[in-house]
């Protein structure tokens, strides 16, 4: 590190560049590092370049077309979600179990819980991003205007056949499904942007759906974020 | 892309044939399944269809994106242990063992860029370019390597880091030019 860096750049960081850029650093590494990143322009311009290179590596394999099947598979999903978010608005989402019900039955089940410490407004006029911290379990919201991201740290994958849907609940209406599918990292992580304009939107929820999710919650969330 | 993000199927198509080969093609190789490449390589390109939208032209190519995403997806799959009895499969042979997939070797080997790569590789020392395609290919991270092959991990990284710069120099701006 050079000398006019922060206390922050102190750390040994030689080799951790291409370590990270080959996805080689271990879990707990790897948020380190992106800390280390953010304070540090010589592993910035160092991973910069190593980046480059390790993007260039898959073109040393074999290369074969992608199988025809596969394709198939792949746009029918791709359809079918497309017709599933089209029809949404017109169709009034009915949930078997209020959520607050399913919430409360969920204790036992729960992998991670998350309450926010205090409201959150989102204001037209919003700017920035703000984090908001959880008070148990580790996932975080950030906004910025009137859009947001849902950080999820240590959640355990879905179960076998299922896939983490995303829901957001508007008032006190039911939770609505959005087309928001995904699985975490082996170290539990996820980066998932929350869709569309969060304004009215008053909650966030998590559960584990069966592949391709569904337009009704089937099981109890594993994360409630309030917003307001 | 941005017709991707606004929900355009046909565009999003146009993304899967431009990459799909190649993203296949490293998941293959990663993973050493034919089933389990194709379940890697869909699951990262119904990623891209939701969230597109995080794709950011200036820092990078689509098909370095696409890659990417497949990359992390097939290390996930190694981590959570579910192929990890085929990790470290060698590239060579796996064409034998290819029953279906259309093999455009000859094809792909025409480009300069891949063979420039390849070559790259190649010439680099042994020690480096095993830890390379340990961690790239494989998934293992430096502790693993480590102990694979009774190094210490700081060794590990330190090959990692000169067999990079190395291929850096090797490569100069083609490895932009590649992806």
């Known amino acids: 590190m050079t000398g006019g860096h922060s206390m922050s750049e102190q750390r040994d960081c030689h080799g951790d560049a291409a370590a990270y850029a080959l996805g080689a650093l271990e879990p707990e590494e790897v948020e380190e590092f992106r800390r280390h990143l953010a304070s540090c322009v010589v592993c910035r311009d160092e991973l910069a370049a190593f980046q480059q290179v390790a993007d260039s590596l898959p073109m040393s394999a074999s290369q074969y077309e992608a199988p025809r099947g596969l394709r198939r598979r792949v746009v029918r999903a791709v359809r079918a979600q497309q017709a599933a978010a089209s029809e949404r608005p017109a169709r009034a989402l009915r949930s078997p179990i209020p959520i607050r019900q399913l919430a409360i039955a969920a204790a036992a089940v729960v992998v991670v819980g998350l309450a926010l410490v205090a409201g959150i407004e989102l204001g037209s006029g919003g700017s920035g991003t703000r984090l908001i911290p959880a008070v148990i379990g580790s996932a975080d919201v950030r906004l910025s205007g009137g859009h947001g991201e849902l950080i999820v740290h240590r959640l355990a994958p879905p179960p076998p056949g299922q896939i983490y849907q995303l829901w957001l609940q508007h008032g006190h209406q039911s939770p609505s499904p959005t087309c928001t599918l995904f699985s975490v990292t082996s170290a539990g992580g996820a980066d998932v942007g929350l869709p569309g304009d969060l304004h009215g939107v008053r909650a966030v929820l998590v559960t584990a759906e069966p592949a391709g999710g569904t337009q009704v919650p089937t099981h109890a969330p594993v994360i409630e974020a309030q917003l307001t | ?179």
């Open chain 2, 1 to 179: 892309m941005q017709r991707v993000h606004e929900g355009e199927v046909r565009a999003f198509e146009v993304i899967f044939d431009r990459h799909a080969g190649v993203a296949f093609s490293l998941a293959y190789r990663m993973c050493g399944r034919r089933a389990m490449a194709e379940d890697i390589v869909q699951d990262a390109f119904l990623s891209l269809w939701r969230t597109g939208a995080r794709y950011d032209r200036v820092r990078g190519s689509v098909r370095a994106w696409v890659l990417s995403v497949v990359h992390n997806r097939a290390i996930d799959a190694f981590r959570r242990d579910v192929v990890s009895d085929t990790r470290q499969v060698p590239d060579e042979g796996i064409a034998e063992r290819l029953a279906a997939p259309e093999l455009t070797e000859t094809e792909v080997e025409r480009r300069d860029d891949v063979r420039q790569v390849r070559k790259a590789l190649v010439q680099l020392p042994a020690e480096q370019r095993r830890v390379i395609e340990l961690a790239y290919f494989g998934g293992f991270t430096h502790s693993q390597i480590a102990e694979m092959l009774q190094l210490p991990s700081g060794t590990v990284k330190g090959r990692m880091r000169l067999g990079l710069a190395k291929l850096r120099l090797a490569l100069g701006d083609q490895a932009e030019v590649v992806l």
